[in-house]
């Protein structure tokens, strides 16, 4: 498909559009400790929102956790499988198929979750040149180069995590920190090794 061919809309946080990008909202509870840690969907060309939000369902104009506080927009330049002149695939088109594979698997937040599913579509793109996309290097790819739809955002992303900093130091110290530091090893510690030593544990 030519690249003229092609049309992006506008991003509009007000009605929930975000064209061709990949989202992010926090967590519960989770983010509130692990501020980097959160919930992945990835959008269709009209701004449409899709999720791995339970087994066997992708949600689909609904973000399962709330409005969308960070997004990533991505290029179809960088979409190789896109650009392709002898390919017929779509984002659209990529984006289905992915969600055929995921509503027959299960979810589980340590082993097939809503990074897996968003990893997945960036791999069958072939985003940025390749198709070594995981749940790790999502999480990067969010967390650094992610825009916030607003100041309030910013807030609604981190003020939970300062709060419970700064109480839980007040009240249990430097155990706290302590504890806090070693839940953030621990779970990190899980996806880095079980995405690059241990194959199959996470699954794309």
């Known amino acids: 498909m030519p690249t003229e061919d092609f049309h992006v809309g506008s991003i ?14 926090p967590l519960p509870f989770i983010t509130w400790l692990i501020p980097f840690v959160g919930h992945l969907g990835i959008c269709r060309e009209d701004g449409v929102i899709l999720d791995f939000a339970g087994p066997y369902f992708i949600s689909v104009d609904n973000f399962a956790f709330g409005a969308v506080t960070r997004y990533v927009q991505i290029s179809r330049d960088e979409c190789y499988k896109l650009i ?5 695939l779509t984002w659209d088109e990529t984006l289905r198929k992915g969600m055929q594979e995921y509503q027959n698997r299960t979810y589980n937040l340590f082993t097939c979750n809503c990074h897996s599913f968003v990893a997945n579509n960036l791999n069958r793109l072939f985003y940025a040149g390749h198709e070594k996309w995981n749940v790790v290097t999502l999480a990067a ?42 839940f953030m090893f621990v779970l990190t510690g899980w996806f880095v090794f079980g995405t ?9």
């Open 12 to 25: 509009d946080p007000k009605r929930a559009r975000f064209p061709c990008c990949i989202v992010w909202t």
């Open 141 to 182: 790819l969010v967390f650094l180069r992610g825009k916030f739809v607003s100041k309030s955002a910013v807030f609604k992303s981190f003020l939970p995590f300062f709060l419970v900093l700064g109480l839980g130091f007040f009240w249990g110290g430097l155990k706290f920190l302590i504890g806090l530091v070693g």
């Open 196 to 204: 690059y030593c241990f194959k199959n544990v996470i699954q794309l």
């Open 84 to 88: 392709d002149p002898e390919g017929e």
